[in-house]
């Protein structure tokens, strides 16, 4: 199964804690922009969701650091594609130093496809989901 390249980045000094490494927030916003590269790949892109009066919402989100990251580290996330329901994409962001390749955080996370007006998740556009099925290899 693929797994595309979905960030890449440096880290600053002011990404960094009281003890040295780079905060959570710092993190949390990586995989973020992650997830949003990774929904466009899907055709799920901010244009089209802001037209359709649609939104991607994280219904669960487990964060696993496995290494501190420092100032000065280049870093990239590639995003697997785990599932795809009817209304939901289940998903994990593996963030690598690319200096060395080694995963040093990983983020496992639903969205949930959802109607801004009506205030509820809605079935996955078509093409989204083909898109997923693509990447899963199926």
Not at 26 to 52: C, I, K, N, Q, V
Not at 60 to 66: A, E, G, L, P
Not at 79 to 107: C, P, Q, Y
Request: net charge negative; proline share 3%.
């Amino acid at each position: 199964m693929t797994q595309p390249e979905t960030y890449r980045g440096f880290v600053y000094p002011w990404s960094i804690d009281h003890v040295g490494h780079m905060n959570v927030a710092s993190y949390t916003g990586r995989f973020d922009e992650a997830t949003w590269h990774f929904l466009a790949l899907l055709g799920l892109t901010p244009g089209f969701m802001r037209d359709a009066g649609r939104a991607a919402v994280a219904a669960d989100q487990k964060t696993q650091y496995k290494r501190e990251v420092h100032a000065g580290t280049l870093l990239h996330v590639t995003t697997e594609l785990l599932s795809v329901g009817r209304k939901s994409i289940h998903f994990i962001h593996h963030m690598f130093d690319s200096e060395t390749n080694e995963e040093v955080a990983r983020t496992e996370l639903v969205g949930v496809y959802f109607d801004t007006s009506l205030r509820k998740s809605v079935d996955l556009p078509e093409t989204c989901r083909e898109r997923a099925k693509q990447l899963l290899g199926m």
